[in-house]
Every structure is written in structure tokens, then in C-alpha cells.
């Protein structure tokens, strides 16, 4: 079997096999379950971006709240439904994309990483200025009523998973088929080295920006799609630490690898589960992690899975 | 006919006047050597004609077309192919996915024949046994071949060369030699160098910098026997 | 009239911004400068610094002035072992590389402030000062008999809060001198320059890493010691110092003493002075987006010469 073969035959699987977790998972690990696939689809672009094209980002969180807020301000302040309303998420997310990357992409390096710090702090920091709209820290929730498509009702845990599925399959698949392509390998070439990519006549500029667009689409997807199924906005989604977070799962689970972000957010959701029976002090293990992942192990888990024995994994 | 010309190309550093109103022809199908001591402008000026670095004045002309203004990428689109300096290629890709990713964009997705292309430039560069290997673990030599056979399997009309045969063995050099003999008759080739006896085995005609500006023109043998030459080199080491 | 005082007002709480906040960029700045990697943990070695200080400050009875002065003997080279520590487990581990540094130190961060959660707990707890006599500052105004003082109500500071303008002015003018004058500051320097030339020369640059490494963490710690007993104690106070300390090391450029100190001048002011009339937040929003569009169109700030 071809190796392209036998990568879509693996993701093709891995989606088979949460299908049927569907059925048989108890209701506590089924609600996490769901969760971990919307919060894997902002890893997965967030990957796009740090694994694939090599651009440390240290502000998605601006990208997955654009998503988020454009989706659940719609629906709370315009009355909108859940279906446009998760359009305006997707735009709002690929908006910000483009205004993002024509400014950051005028950096590189240390500066880059500040330049996206920057820009999500002052989205933050507006979220909560505009508390009248927005309800800042506190949040709001979206009434169950309005957590319907073609009137299926979304809060039902049944539904939000197979929602979630969807959402997640659909972002896994356009993942695997990019790499798979022509632009895919170009974004691995300048993340490997971007003069020599320049020099074989490609127009590294613009390949930077499509990806900053794919992966802030992507995130902002993830975050409209998390505020419709769990019901709820707030200004955390916007902090520094959920910008941290896809780093965190990427790198744990194997930049530059498809399912690496996945296996990341799983990995993590549930370590700091068990963890915050512990202590409140559960970011500690989100520090330990990172420290020992850069010191020791910088290809994450399915990325030393592919350097050491699967070497076809994409 | 004239592939690639320069009229009052000029650079400068603040006050450093790394090249400095350069007039210069190269005819289709020709292998020119760049040649000049060090510090005479080479680099800076083989990095305006690629585009690598901007002009501060004068106009680069390529194929007829005024390129000046045209971006690096744009320029290798246009038929031009550069190796770098100091070898340039992807270490942790194997050998066969760096030929790939400079061809890439001319096949257009047909990987077929990008695989076939692959393959002949390789096979043309003598490496085509290593394809597997990661890039990375390639001798040094084999690194510049690997960059060599990038920037041929591109079909360039004019081929730069960046001090090619620098850190290779004597018999890596002559093997260097022969390989461009092999594609002088298909290409244009531009070679900075400073191994006089490369220069002299492979060069139909020498441009000699110095200080930023063209010293003496000729054909290998004007060029030897050029006083002026033998002064510049000698004088400055 | 009525504006004045305010303006005074912020004028005077800004300056004890500036110069808190010129320590801690000094620190960063120095580690950028030098050693060429962004320390996120930055404004952790702030917290610590406070934190001990009200841990040390505890264990004395009495006048007040003596736990403070043992807190600002001690907790500044505590803190500085602590960081050293990390650089000789971690940083050196990684080769300074500027990427995993970044990731490593956002960690570091996270382990830090998370440890001092489950140690000192969620709670902000108060430092009194070594000396705290209120101040009120006249105003000039015109009566019928020439020129004449009065006292605005509410117009006033502590002689605390003008001890740590003139402790900060005092400390900067010592580190001026440490990098100008003394072989160390010159090992610096040198480092700084070219790192590989500094070790063609036998510079002990591991050590000087070390070393600026300790003093950046340092800096910030005495910033934080002598902040604690204004705004009390708290696990999370690293976070606003931290990017505050970001924008004045970026907008003054990398590794200019002069540019820190002006870039301090201005936030801290500008911030006392604008928080007075807008809200914080935009205030907050300006500055933000300030630093970012002066890395995208100045990359060397408005005095440095390096760019990040």
C-alpha cells in the first residue's frame, strides 16, 4: 500500500474509532471526549502554523475568540440562529487572519512572537473594555434554544459529540490532504529553510500568509464550534493562557505530525483533569510539561513515534 | 545574443561602495567565470543580478526584460537558478524530496514526472544512488552536487554558481569539471570562483572585479597573461 | 484649576511606576541585550521578590524598618540564585536557542507561580513600610497679596513612595556604573557585542550568562521588594508588570540603559496620567498595540541600535 494510502487509511480509522466511542463511553469521558475534539481542531490549526510552517505564533487565542465571539455575540445581541451564526465566526476568524498576517508577516523570529503576543493581549484586553456586549471575565451563556441546527438540538450530549466529530474530522482530513499537496511541502520547506525555498522560486511572502489564513480560520472554527456546543463565551478564551495551550498540546503531542495536535490535547485535557483533583495549583503540570518537552523530547510524541519506527506518518 | 546584462550597477553601504558602476554582458550560452580578490564585490554583485539584494543604482536586464525592480523569486521563475555560498539545502529531507521541491512548481502536481526529473538529475550529478538518504547525512561534496543537480533539474537558462568547488577534494574538482563541461552546451553558466585552475579548465571568458569595479575582460589566456590582473591579485593576497 | 492637582497627582504616582518599572526592564533589557533570549518568566522573579519580602518581613517584630531593610538584603539574591539555577538546569540545557527559550521560560513561569500558589497561597497580603509620613504637596496660586501657597485637598504622597523614585534613580545610576566602569560590566559588553569573539578572548561567557542571568532576575526582584509596600503581595502580580516591562524594553530599544530609562519615563507616567482620565483598559489597549506596530515599522525602537 502506498503511504498516501496508508495515511488516509489511519485517520480514516481514528475517526471510525471515535464514532464508536460514541456508543459505548460513559457520560463523564463522552462530555470530555467532545470537548477534546473541538479543542484538538485549535491545535490542529494552530500545528498549521508552528509545525508545519515553522512560525511560533503566541497569539492564537485571538484567532479561536474572534471565532468564539463573532459566533455568540451574533446569536445573543442579533438574534441570529446557530448555523449563519457560526459563519460570521468563521469570518470574523478569517478576517482577523488576513489583518494579522499582512502586519506580523513584517517581522520574523523573537519579533514575530511579540508582534502576535501584542495583538491578542489588546484583543483581550477589548473584550473585557467592551463588558457591556461582551460580559469581560464573567461571560455569558447561550441559551440551549439557541444551540440548534436544522433543529437538531446541540446540547444534547449525543449530538454535541457526533457535532464535534464532524467538526473535527473535517479539519483532521483538510490537514492530511495539505500536507499531502504541493503548497503542504512548500510550508515544510521554509519551515526547513526559507532562503533556499526563496531561491527555488517560490513566493515565500504569500505561502506565509496563506497559512497564517488556514490556521486563524481553522482556531477561529474551533472556538465558534466550543462556544456553540458548551454554551458559553468568556473572556478567558481570549487570555494568554489559551494561547499558551495549543502550544503546549502541538508540542506535546508532535509538531508537523496530523495527529500530534490531537493526541496533545487528549493527553493534556486529561492530565490536568487529574491533576486539579489534586491541587488548584494545576497549571504546575502544564510548566513541568513544557520545560521537560523542550529540554528532552522537542518532537512530541507521535513525532518521535514517526522518527523512531512509523516513518510514512504525516 | 545577450542573456543577461548590467548597466551602471551599482551597490552601497552607507559609505562603502561595495560595487560600483558595472557594465556587463554575458552572451547566451556562454560559461563565464566571476573572478577577483576577496572583498572585490562578487558576492554583492551576483546578489543583485539574482535579487537576493537590492541595487542602490543601475538597471539588471535578463532575457530581453528589465529585472531590476523584480523580486529574487520571481527572477528564478524567470529561468534563473543560484547555489549559494555556503551550501544551501534541506538537511532533514531526503535527498530526492530537495530536488523535488525545485522542480516542483514547473511540473505542476504531476508527480510522475517530477519523479522522473528527480531521477535524470541526480543520475546527471552522479548522486542518484543516495536518493533516500536524508540530505543532512551526505559528505559535504555530495551537499554541493545535491545543490547542483537542484538548480539543474530546474532547466535554467542561466546557472550561478556560487564558489562551487570550495571545500571539495581534488578529485571531487575534477569530477566538478567535467560536470560543467557536460552542461555548457545546454545552459548558460555563471561561476564565481577562486580556484584558478577550475577557472581557467571550465571558463569560456573571465570577468575580473576589483574594488567594485571591472578590472579586465577576456579569454582565459588575455586574462593570464594581463599585468594589471596579476597586480591586483598578487597585491592584496 | 481643578485639573491640576489631578494632573500633579498622576504625575507623582506615575513616577513611582516609572521607577519600578525602569528596574525591571533594566533587568530584562540586560538579559536581551546580553544574552540575546526573552525571559517570559521575567515577571515571576518580580512576584518572588515580593513574596519573600513579606516572608522575611514576617519573621520580624517590631519596627517595621528592620524586616524591610532584611527583605531588601535578602530576597533580591535569593531570587537571583533561583534564576541561575533555572539557567544552569534549562536555559544551558537548550543553547539559549531563541525559540525553545521562549517555550522553556513560558514553563518556568507556570512552575514558579503555580509553587508559590500552593506555598503562599491565593491570597494578597500587605508589607507595611519602613517609613510611611504623609506628604501634601502645596500648589502656587495667585491671592491678592502676590504669590501664595495652598494645599489642595488630596494632593499629596508618602515619603515612602519619593524614597523609591530616589532608590530607583540611585540604583540605576549603580548599574550605569557596573557596565561602564568595572571589568564585569565590561565582560558584559564585550559578550554582548559578539558573543564569539568574547570567547576567541577566553571571556567566560557561560559565566557571564550566568551571572547576567542572576542580575536580570535581581532587578527584578528589588523592583518587586520595594513595590510591596504600596500594592500588597499576590502569585499573580508578575503578569501586568511583565508586559508593561516588554513594551518599555521594546519601545526603548534593546539594550540602551538610556532608552529603558526614557521608554519607563514615559509608560509609567503616561500611564498614571491617562488612567486618570480614560480607563485603564484603553490605556492598556493603547500601549499594547503601540508595541506591537513600533517592532512592525521601528524594529530598533526609538533608541537602541539592535533590533529583536
Redesign the interface.
Known sequence: MSDTRKSWSLHLAVVALLLALNFVLPEYHHGNLARVMVLACYAMGYNMLFGYTGLLSLGHALFFASGMYGMSLTVQHLGWSAGPAMLVGLAGGLAMSLAVGLLSLRTAGVAFMIVTLMFAQAGYLAVLYFGEYTRGDEGFVIQKASRQIMGIDLSDPMNRYLAALILFAACMLITLRVVQ??FG??L??IR??E??????????HRHKLLAILLSGTMSAAAGAGYGLLFGYAGATFASVQYSIFPLLWVLLGGAGTVLGPFIGTLFMFYLIDLSSDISTAYMLIAGVTLVLLTLFAPQGLVGELRRRAVRWLP | MTLLSTRGLSRQFGGLKAVENVDFDLPEGQVRALIGPNGAGKTTYVGML?G?IPASAGTVTFRGQDVTNM????R??AGMA?T?QIT??????PVH?NV???L??RTE?DEKETAKRVADALERVGIADRAEQLAGDLSYGHQRLLEIA?GIS?QPRLLILDEPTQGLADSEIEDFIKLIRGLAGEMTILLIEHNIHVVMQTADAITVLNGGQILAEGTPKEIHENAAVQAAYLGTG | MELVPYLILGLLEGLVTAAVLSLMALGLSLVFGVMRVVNVAHGEFFMVGAVLAWQIASLFDGHPAWGFLAALLVAPPLTACLAVAANQLVLKRIEYDPERTIVATIGLLYIIQQLTLMTYGPDARPVEAPFNHRLSIPLVEWTETGLGLYWPWGLGTTSYKLAVILAAVALLGGIWMLMTRTRFGLLMRATQLDRETAQAFAIPVGKVYAAVFGLGAGLAALAGVLIVPIQQAHYLMGHDPLLLSFIVVIIGGLGSLPGTVVAALLIGVSDGMISVFFSPTLAKIIATLGVAFVLIFMPQGLFGKRSL
Not at chain 2, 71 to 74: E, F, R
Not at chain 2, 88 to 93: A, T
Open positions: 499537496t504541493g511541502r512548500v515544510v520547506a526547513e529553510n532562503e533556499r525555498t526563496r531561491m527555488l522560486g517560490y513566493d515565500v | 539574482s537576493r523580486p529574487a523569486h520571481q528564478i521563475r543560484y549559494f544551501s539545502i534541506y538537511g532533514r529531507l524530496e523535488a521541491l525545485a516542483r512548481w502536481g537542484m530546474q
